[in-house]
């Protein structure tokens, strides 16, 4: 997994810097100096590097074995936490992983350019428009959403330009308090470190993952409209639902709907996901990464192969078939979950049939699973009120006909 060496040391460097400045309140001089009284060598310019993530000269180690362990014990702090962080810090890393494992390579539609799941609040810096029109999108307060569309509209008036930056610092704070995680400028920062092409062997993994946000309902409607669109725009319907089904390819870029219209959802999907399955994930992840650190570790252990291996393992993968099953058979989440299978079924059925055969005398496949399909449907618009009470299914023109 690329680069994710490189967000270690510079999550270290921040431990460690936060340490000096607000735990010690020591300047850089004065706490290089107390490292050499009680530990070692460490000169005041090898602590800046350090503390920004770097490898000074021609090193060929971020930290040494001696120095994980001397910080280690300087900051009273396990091992285990200097390298990887708090409980919380944990947490964010193994977030930030399944994400990169979930967009896999994804590719903005526009520029071709590689797509961050993360919400880049600093935009407005670089590209004013484009920062309002995604925030028309993907802000859900109405009366903040009317604002931002008015100023997009007028992105270029320079007379309406005190008033554009009273709307961004909203739109930030409505970010950073309704996105959390999605909003945070050194999540932003880490993942575009770490983004990269389509890596074939994360496939499975990325695709299992798309599977269990299926069971926000919403997300499952939105993600499998996108599929159907798709496979019309590419006239190979059979192959992307083969793919799909096999999990392979890559559907990240739908999943988080090129952070257009759908993105919200996916958010709200990915934070159901994780706060239903987070035990399991991270009781995982720390079996396989977090607790192989010793007092004998070097950050060379730690390297891009080291997660990899964990990621793409058949254990990895295992888990998440796990949890999957788990949520198609779960009566919370299963909902979703039919909504795509009956949906994928359709789409199949259309591929291997003649259209003149589904409206023949009868009960048939094409029928039932139509059916099946509308019932899902009703039953979401019967929860959230909006019921059709024309409700058309095939088997009750049957049932009229027997009796």
Not at 133 to 160: C, E, G, W
Request: include cysteine; aromatic fraction near 12%.
């Amino acid at each position: 997994m690329k680069n994710i060496k490189l967000v270690l040391q510079k999550q270290i460097g921040n431990r460690i810097r936060n340490y000096r400045k607000y735990v010690k309140g020591l300047k850089q001089e004065d706490f290089s100096a107390q490292y050499q009284t009680d530990y070692g060598y460490m000169e005041v310019s090898i602590l800046s590097y350090i503390e920004r993530g770097k490898i000074k000269g021609r090193n060929t180690s971020y930290l040494t074995n001696a120095q994980i362990n001397d910080f280690s014990s300087m900051m009273k702090c396990s091992i285990k936490e200097l390298i990887f962080g708090n409980e919380g810090e944990r947490i964010n890393l193994v977030k930030l992983v399944l994400l990169r494992i979930i967009v896999n390579g994804s590719k903005s539609s526009k520029e071709g350019t590689l797509l961050n799941p993360i919400i880049n609040v600093n935009q407005w810096n670089e590209d004013l428009e484009e920062f309002l029109r995604l925030a028309m999108l993907n802000i859900t307060d109405p009366n903040l959403q009317r604002r931002v569309t008015t100023a997009y509209f007028h992105a270029n008036s320079k007379s309406r330009q005190l008033e554009a930056k009273g709307i961004i610092k909203e739109c930030i704070k409505w970010y950073e308090k309704n996105y959390a995680y999605f909003a945070d400028p050194r999540i932003y920062g880490d993942m575009n470190s770490m983004l990269d092409y389509h890596d074939s062997k994360l496939e499975k993994a990325s695709n299992l993952l798309v599977n269990l946000l299926f069971s926000d309902i919403h997300f499952a409607t939105d993600f499998i409209t996108g599929i159907e669109r798709l496979s019309q725009l590419k006239n190979n319907q059979i192959e992307i639902i083969n793919k799909f089904r096999r999990n392979e390819g890559q559907f990240g870029d739908i999943a988080i709907d090129w952070k257009e219209v759908s993105y919200s959802k996916f958010i709200k999907a990915f934070n159901y996901m994780w706060s239903r399955n987070e035990t399991k994930i991270m009781d995982y992840f720390d079996k396989e990464i977090f607790s192989r650190v010793s007092s004998d570790s070097s950050l060379k252990d730690f390297d891009e192969s080291f997660f990899e291996n964990a990621i793409v393992s058949g254990d990895f993968n295992d888990l998440l078939y796990t949890l999957l099953n788990d949520e198609k058979y779960n009566l919370q989440t299963m909902l979703g979950h039919n909504i795509v299978s009956t949906t994928l079924q359709t789409m199949i059925i259309e591929s291997n049939t003649n259209i003149r055969e589904w409206f023949q005398e009868g009960y048939n496949i094409f029928k039932y699973n139509y059916d099946i399909h509308q019932i899902s449907q009703a039953l979401i618009d019967f929860n959230e009120n909006k019921l059709d009470r024309n409700l058309h299914l095939y088997i009750n023109q049957l049932i009229d006909k027997k009796l």
